[in-house]
């Protein structure tokens, strides 16, 4: 845990081993990050408050596991962290590196759609893994991260339900989307990136998105620590991961429809094909979704549950 109390600027030196002045100069540059760090000649600096951010120093406090976000690399603003995790892991980085950025310029979510951003107010993130696992099952991550971050969020008193594939929704609203992409070699998986946005303190959206995008401070008034919420996905994340690894994915299908969202009820999904109008029945063992139309139950594996007009 971060240091509230006062301490001496020589404390600090002494813990540290390095110089007052060094130490003046670390401190100085916490505040321009935006840590609020009170000063006082005689009795040395206090942290006041840590503010919203999401540096590897924030995440680490909250963070549980043995592997999953052990290296993080943190920046401030990027095109996507996508695109740096690719680099990332074509360059050797190992299993559960984390990519986070406070801004992303670009963002993209499902079908190429743009994800909107807002400065210092969503999370941002893409997690590399590298399972020991046959490519069609790498699908199967995806509707894995869903589940986790449901449950961190309705511990933290947020209603969401998971529109299939890859969305978290609040009453309708989509507030985090999840984009899953591989690198392979031959026939085989050499990464799973992992990309998570999640819309956290956002005030308000544009218009185009008013009445089909929430975030986590609009739908229930209350304010969140981005970095608490990282910690706590990638706590809940690296056990399931590790249970896929080794039972599959058959024994999350419970889970998946606890949390599902039009569960049992119509609706219509779209492939590249045909549209599709029935009843969603749930999942199958290996992730594909269930409808039951006039002719009968339909299985997909890749298709969009269409839930707001084209705009």
């Excluded at 840590?50 to 995440?59: E, F, M, W």
């Excluded at 998570?196 to 739908?219: C, M």
């Amino acid at each position: 845990m971060m240091q509230t109390d006062w301490i001496s600027g020589q404390e600090l030196a002494d813990q540290l081993n390095i110089s007052r002045t060094a130490i003046w100069k670390q401190i100085v540059s916490l505040k321009e990050a935006g840590y609020a760090i009170e000063s006082h000649k005689k009795t040395g600096y206090h942290l006041i408050d840590q503010g919203d951010r999401l540096t590897p120093l924030a995440i680490e406090q909250h963070l549980q596991t043995k592997q999953l976000g052990r290296k993080i690399l943190h920046l401030e603003e990027t095109e996507t962290t996508q695109r740096i995790a690719h680099e990332q892991a074509q360059q050797g980085a190992p299993e559960g590196t984390l990519i986070v950025c406070d801004y992303q310029t670009n963002g993209r979510g499902q079908l190429g759609r743009t994800w909107h951003e807002a400065r210092g107010a969503g999370i941002a993130m893409s997690l590399i893994l590298r399972p020991e696992a046959p490519l069609h099952q790498a699908g199967q991550l995806t509707l894995i991260a869903g589940i986790a971050l449901a449950k961190v969020l309705r511990t933290l008193q947020v209603p969401v339900t998971i529109k299939w594939p890859n969305d978290l929704l609040i009453a309708n609203r989509k507030v985090a989307g999840i984009l899953t992409e591989m690198q392979t070699e031959a026939d085989r998986i050499n990464s799973v990136i992992i990309g998570i946005g999640i819309n956290v303190q956002h005030k308000d959206f544009p218009e185009v998105l008013a009445d089909r995008a929430t975030s986590l401070k609009l739908a229930t008034g209350q304010s969140f620590a981005r970095a608490e919420i990282v910690a706590l996905f990638l706590n809940e994340f690296e056990h399931m991961y590790q249970r896929w690894l080794i039972d599959g994915f058959a024994s999350f299908v419970s889970e998946w429809e606890h949390h599902a969202d039009r569960l049992n009820q119509e609706v219509t999904l779209r492939t590249r094909q045909v549209s599709v109008t029935g009843y969603l029945r749930g999942i199958q063992s290996d992730g594909t979704l269930q409808v039951e139309t006039a002719e009968g139950i339909k299985t997909f594996h890749s298709a969009e549950l269409i839930y707001w007009a084209e705009t």
